[in-house]
Nanobody
Framework: QVQLVESGGGLVQAGGSLRLSCAAS????????MGWYRQAPGKQRELVAT???????NYADSVKGRFTISRDYAKNTVYLQMNSLKAEDTAVYYC?????????WGQGTQVTVSS
């Protein structure tokens, strides 16, 4: 079992930055991969960024060059640094832990970008 607690969401103007945090209840070094997903109103949940236990990262095309996923093993925390935010980034952001064979989700944190 892995509990995930997100924080760092909020309201920001277009062009601004936010950093999301996801604190895990388990040593993230042994979790296969962790990532961030988002869901905007009326849309399906979509991948934003993932990072594997080996350090390989993957980003949605829409956020490449603007968002960065990283992790801190000492804090068992994964971060999502979001720069140059756009109105279309507005969504609830969810942290995910892919701890094979199970997948765990956080409660989500709202990010609202005003244009």
């Amino acid at each position: 079992q892995v509990q995930l607690v997100e924080s760092g969401g909020g309201l920001v103007q277009a062009g601004g930055s936010l950093r999301l945090s996801c604190a895990a209840s388990k040593n993230i070094f042994i979790i296969n991969s962790m990532g961030w997903y988002r869901q905007a109103p009326g849309k399906q949940r979509e991948l934003v960024a993932t990072i594997t236990s080996g350090g390989t990262t993957n980003y949605a095309d829409s956020v490449k060059g603007r968002f960065t996923i990283s992790r801190d093993y000492a804090k068992n925390t994964v971060y999502l640094q979001m720069n140059s935010l756009k109105a279309e980034d507005t969504a609830v952001y969810y942290c995910n832990a892919n701890d094979w064979p199970r997948s765990y989700w956080g409660q989500g944190t709202q990010v609202t970008v005003s244009s």
